[in-house]
């Protein structure tokens, strides 16, 4: 069993605060993905569970027991970095040992779990090879199996795959998949790589300026964000966010595109949340892949914009809309025949459009 729970935790380097009052719980077993640009504040959030740096504020437990004082070898947690960390004078399988080995594990479990991690690892053909002669990619396989065999019961990974090439990264992330499920460890793991965290993760925690912006199931933080930044940090191409005013009232609510034109609101569930409103000033965001293109004559709530560009991307073709001084990316499956040039509507997709207040950035309404 390894939970952690994390309350008010902070760090401060001098002025700098890193992790600012972070309250999170991660269940025993969990794979939760720690995600955001570079510097809000996640390794150092994992250093503090690795207890690598000391809290200047707040608690870590770890199934209920208070962390504070047990130092960094006593947590029974494992860590793997971005740069491996592996000892190059000696082979793959003294590597694989060296962890049991000073734990005092029995020899005949040492040469059972090493053979039980070369075979998940597919690191069979390279046990007797010195890592010095070992590519990139098989390096930071010895790096995580390494640490997986000793069977933490918290395993912390920081961006491990990010030094990896693309086919090898996507390889590698069904084979963390298959470790959990082999090992049953609570796992918390670093990444500013979003689809990284979709795909991994049963939870994700989206961190920004040392402040965690949301916590949820990757499908909650995609389809409900709760601010403007997690909205635009998940998603490839980004959430359209245009900047309008909230016109009308109960009954009959619409948007007001300044030069780029006016569209009623004919969506219930947003028209419900357009009541919660603080103020007119709104940031109105739809998805690229859930926008409908209608021909420009056709009455469905949206904007009248001109098609600009055309990506034609493979399994899918992006295209890029514009009116007055707003822009629009719509995604579509496969190839889709649109010409630069054409005036088509981008209609509002009903139940998957977004309002969030234009001075917080918080979604309206999201209950
Ligand atoms: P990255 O992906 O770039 O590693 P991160 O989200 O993991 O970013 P942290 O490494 O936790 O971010 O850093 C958060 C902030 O704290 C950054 O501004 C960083 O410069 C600062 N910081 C981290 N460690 C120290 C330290 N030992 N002394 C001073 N400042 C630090």
């Known amino acids: 069993m390894a939970s952690i729970e994390m309350t008010g935790l902070t760090k401060n380097f001098g002025e700098l605060t890193a992790v600012n009052d972070l ?3 991660i269940r025993d ?86 053979q039980n991690m070369a075979d998940l690892m597919r690191l069979n053909d390279r046990l007797d090879w010195r890592t010095a002669k070992l590519s990139v990619n098989e390096l930071q396989k010895v790096a995580i199996g390494r640490s997986a065999v000793t069977e933490p019961e918290i395993f912390l990974l920081d961006e491990p795959l990010s030094n990896l090439d693309a086919a090898f990264r996507a390889f590698m992330r069904t084979e963390l998949k298959h470790l959990q499920h082999e090992f049953q460890q609570t796992m918390v793991y670093v990444t500013h790589d979003q689809i990284e965290a979709m795909s991994l993760a049963d939870r994700i925690a989206v961190m920004d300026l040392g402040l965690l912006q949301q916590y949820g199931t990757p499908n909650e933080v995609y389809n409900k964000p709760r601010n403007i930044f997690v909205a635009n940090f998940m998603g490839s191409p980004s959430m359209n966010l245009l900047p309008c005013r909230l016109t009308g009232g109960d009954g009959a609510w619409g948007l007001d595109f300044g030069n780029a034109g006016t569209s009623a609101i004919e969506d219930g569930e947003l028209a419900r949340r357009c009541k919660s409103a603080a103020a007119a000033e709104i940031v109105f965001g739809m998805r690229p892949e859930d926008i409908d293109i209608q021909p420009s004559e056709v009455g469905h709530p949206g904007l009248n914009m001109e098609v600009t560009f055309v990506e034609p991307i493979g399994p899918r073709t992006v295209i890029h809309l514009a009116a007055g001084d707003h822009q629009v990316k719509v995604a579509k499956d496969k190839q889709y025949p649109i010409e630069i040039g054409a005036t088509v509507k981008a209609a509002f997709p009903k139940g998957r459009c977004h309002i969030f207040d234009a001075e917080s950035g918080v979604a309206i309404g999201l209950e």
Do not use: W
């Open 23 to 25: 309250n999170l719980k």
């Open 29 to 114: 077993k969990e794979f939760v993905a720690l995600l955001g640009p570079s510097g809000c504040g996640k390794t150092t959030t994992m250093n503090m569970i690795a207890g690598i740096e000391m809290p200047s504020a707040g608690s870590i437990l770890f199934d209920g027991r208070d962390m504070r004082t047990t130092p960094a070898n006593k947590r029974d947690v494992g860590f793997v970095f971005q740069n491996y960390a592996i000892f190059t004078h000696m082979t793959v399988r003294k590597n694989l040992e060296f962890g049991l080995r000073v734990r005092g594990v029995e020899k005949s479990e040492i040469q059972r779990r090493v």
